[in-house]
């Protein structure tokens, strides 16, 4: 597939995307039109912070199917008009953690110790010992704003200063906090009195933009530092200043504004206060990685796999896609699988999970059957983002059921497709890695097959012979079997073959073989 790439990224993530078999296009500094005149021969576009990826481009991309942000935001990308059209959008927000915490320690280190002052007056030809006592870090409180993967490493950080450190962060579980070793508050107002240094790592939003202003700053410890390399206007920049110039804060660290490029703001005026130009991510380990990730992420979106940063997928926690995640491509197989046993169009989908995986949100199971199904069935690619919406078109029900009960196995799923009266079933489970899918029911008839790219099925009433004449009549004609399993149920009197075959069975032999055994219906099923 052909991707553009529209920023500078890293050599090593355009290698990648190379080595996966794409064209890859680096056309940098594209004007908003030129962007639109070329954009509609790609399946991907890279962009980092400058290229606006707006509606009028996605309407334009007639092909496109990934967008991929190097970097964490994705405020330059339409995420509704890209979900409209079935574009993955994905980032790479795991990148820059380490940078932008161990520029929060920057910054928090050089307020403290006045380091860039002290540079200054250096450079000036001074010798102002004096002028510049700073303050330690040692045994004081840093209330970090926000313990996600950035506050989180911050606090590991300070407490190698022997910091002790206190938090607030609204979406946080307390066994998150105390992992990080974060003493967790509720509420605001009783971490601000207490605080000698502040930080934040949160989001860009409305409750956030101004979530510091003067009511904050009159309740805080008077000489309180604050570090901001987060988003820009977390705190009020008029009401920092104020703050500054009545002593109630000694420094601030702002690494981020409300406005950028931001040349000129009360701030500049203060020498306590330290402002640099947005370099949290600044460093060349954090542009590695995301051009890494990121090349990453667009190749499974070209492949219509599981995006794990995708930000138009329903965001699923990590420790639920650490558990679900085995089962996401076992999913998909077993909706392709179903789609050929159903053989015509699937009225509902039923999910069924059982077992340990059932502790979990399993919804994205749904998700992942449906893109098996419509993989078959539709000419538009079909990926997470649009699946749903695919089922909602065409009038497919779908529904996702757990239970915690165990069956024989720790963790299994059962699909079940509605078509008409008839009802056509399927069970998995994994084994073994990611990658290994068990098929352990079909229509009721228990079995285990790891199943391979062609598959053949025949259901027959279970008597001697039977299967010699199936192996003798493959064999004739060429086909050889690699493994096979036989089915049973209790409640009949007939056995369902699985088979894995090295080479496709036409329709000729296969009406041939159910005439031979008894069988109503034979099917073959290439994955």
Not at 5 to 20: F, R, S
Not at 451 to 476: A, C, F, H, N
Request: hydrophobic share 45%.
């Amino acid at each position: 597939m052909k991707i553009l790439v529209a920023e500078k990224i890293a050599d090593t993530g355009i290698g990648m995307l190379m080595a996966a078999g794409h064209q890859v296009d680096v056309i940098l500094d594209l004007s908003a039109e030129d962007l639109l005149q070329v954009i509609g021969g790609y399946d991907a576009l890279i962009v980092r912070s400058a290229t606006q990826a707006n509606r009028e481009v996605i309407e334009t991309a007639v092909n496109l199917k990934v967008i991929g942000r190097a970097g964490v935001g994705v405020d330059n990308v339409d995420v509704e008009a890209a979900t409209e059209h079935g574009v993955i959008v994905c980032n790479a927000p795991t990148s820059n953690v380490v940078s932008a915490a161990e520029q929060t320690m920057a910054l928090m280190l050089a307020v403290a110790r006045r380091t860039p002052q002290a540079n200054a007056s250096m450079k000036q030809g001074l010798w102002e010992r004096n002028k510049f006592t700073g303050n330690e870090l040692y045994q004081k409180t840093l209330a970090i704003f926000g313990i996600g993967r950035i506050g989180g490493l911050v606090a590991a950080r300070a407490r190698s200063f022997e910091m002790r450190c206190i938090g607030y962060d609204p979406y946080a579980t307390q066994e998150r906090a105390d992992e990080i070793g974060v003493a967790l508050y509720d509420n605001i107002d009783d971490i601000l009195p207490q605080a000698d240094f502040i930080t934040v790592h949160l989001p860009k939003t409305k409750e956030t933009i101004g979530m510091f202003g003067p009511d904050q700053f009159a309740k805080m410890k008077d000489g309180v530092y604050l570090v901001n390399a987060a988003r820009g206007g977390i705190y009020d920049e008029l009401a920092l200043a104020d703050a500054i110039r009545s002593g109630k804060v000694a420094g601030a660290g702002i690494d981020v504004y409300a406005t950028e490029p931001c040349t000129e703001s009360p701030l500049h005026e203060l020498d306590a206060a330290v402002l640099v130009p947005h370099l949290g991510a600044s460093t060349v380990e954090a542009q590695e990685r995301a051009g890494i990730q990121i090349a990453e992420y667009v190749n499974l979106g070209l492949e219509g796999r599981m995006v794990p940063t995708a930000v138009n997928v329903p965001l699923v926690p990590d420790d639920v896609m650490t558990a679900v995640r085995p089962f996401v491509e076992a999913a998909q197989t077993a909706g392709v699988f179903l789609a050929q046993l159903a053989g015509g169009a699937i009225e509902s989908l039923t999910v069924r999970v059982f077992g340990d995986l059932a502790k979990n949100d399993c919804t994205l199971l749904g998700s992942a059957a449906l893109r098996g199904v419509f993989s078959l069935f539709s000419d538009a690619p079909v990926n997470f983002v649009n699946a749903s919406y695919i089922a909602e078109q065409r009038g497919v029900k779908v529904r996702v059921e757990t239970s915690e009960m165990r069956t024989e196995y720790a963790s299994k799923v059962t699909f079940e497709a509605r078509c008409g009266a008839e009802s056509y079933e399927v069970s998995i489970t994994t084994f073994g890695s990611y990658d290994t899918v068990r098929i352990i029911s079909v229509m009721g008839f228990m079995l285990d097959l790891i199943p391979k790219k062609y598959i053949y099925i025949v259901s027959y009433p279970d008597r001697p012979g039977q299967l010699g004449r199936i192996g003798t009549m493959l064999g004739e004609a060429g086909i050889n079997i690699s493994t096979m399993e036989i089915g049973i149920r209790e409640d009949s009197d007939r056995v369902l073959v699985m088979m894995n075959v090295d080479d496709p069975i036409d329709t000729e032999l296969r009406a041939r073989i159910d005439a031979s055994v008894g069988s109503e219906r034979g099917w073959f099923i290439q994955l």
